[in-house]
């Protein structure tokens, strides 16, 4: 069965660092999202993209994040300048259709800043 | 704006027990309505999905969830537990856009 992949499944930066969490969508699906869990609390959304742009972003997605599908198959989120409150779980998700499809997750990247 | 709650946080039974788990939510257009489940160390995965048409939905493993719309829930049900059914369950609500919004999660630890 196709599954989100994604990595590294551990990150640990320093604060002000890039940081780039990369995620392999299910092949054949057209829309990708970011979702982070900060330990202890919900899963948030952070971002939806599609057809190369972004379609939908929280306010949490600010000036420091961004996303790129740089190729075919990886979807990248990527952090300029980390902060110690961006230590969190990052979730990918993609969907096959708008509004009529589940989104499928991935496994998660644990991004910790120290 | 969309919200999901979850009613209990924690959850212990013992194996055989009846399950339910409580969801409502906040949004007054079309819905549609997920139950997640995040078994230990590993990924979200679906549980079970409500769209339209039939308001009791069958899911995966046992699980079906009741969708009544005058009460805004979704709660998740399964008649009698296992203990491989231990994990945390997310409900979630898709209303306008493409975004999900996830309640707290409950923990569900199945004793055996």
């Known amino acids: 069965e196709p599954e989100v992949t994604q990595t590294p499944s551990h990150q640990v930066t320093q604060m002000g660092q890039e940081v780039i969490l990369r995620c392999v969508p299910i092949?054949?699906?057209?829309?990708f999202y970011w979702y982070r869990q900060i330990l202890g609390q919900k899963v948030e959304f952070l971002v939806s993209f599609y057809n190369n742009e972004i379609s939908e972003k929280s306010e949490i997605f600010d000036d420091q994040f961004s996303v790129e599908r740089p190729d075919g198959s990886n979807f990248t989120l990527k952090i300029r300048s980390t902060k110690l409150e961006d230590s969190a779980m990052y979730f990918c998700?993609?969907?096959?259709?708008?509004?009529?499809?589940?989104?499928?997750f991935g496994p998660g990247t644990r991004l910790t800043v120290t | 704006a969309q919200s999901v709650s979850q009613h209990n946080h924690h959850v212990i039974l013992s194996e055989a027990a009846s399950l339910e788990l409580g969801c409502n939510y906040s949004?007054?257009?079309?819905?549609?309505l997920f139950w997640y489940v995040q078994y230990p160390g590993q990924h979200l995965q679906l549980l079970l999905k409500?769209?339209?048409?039939?308001?009791l939905v069958k899911g995966i493993k046992g699980f079906e969830a009741e969708f009544i719309k005058s009460k805004f829930s979704f709660n998740l049900r399964k008649p009698s537990v296992q203990w491989s059914d231990t994990a945390e369950y997310f409900c979630a609500v898709k209303g306008y856009g493409n975004k999900l919004v996830f309640g707290a999660g409950t923990i569900l630890r199945v004793k055996s």
């Open positions: 092949s054949n699906h057209l829309y």
């Open positions: 998700a993609s969907s096959g259709l708008r509004g009529a499809y589940e989104q499928y």
């Open positions: 409500y769209f339209s048409g039939d308001p």
């Open positions: 949004y007054g257009g079309t819905v549609n």
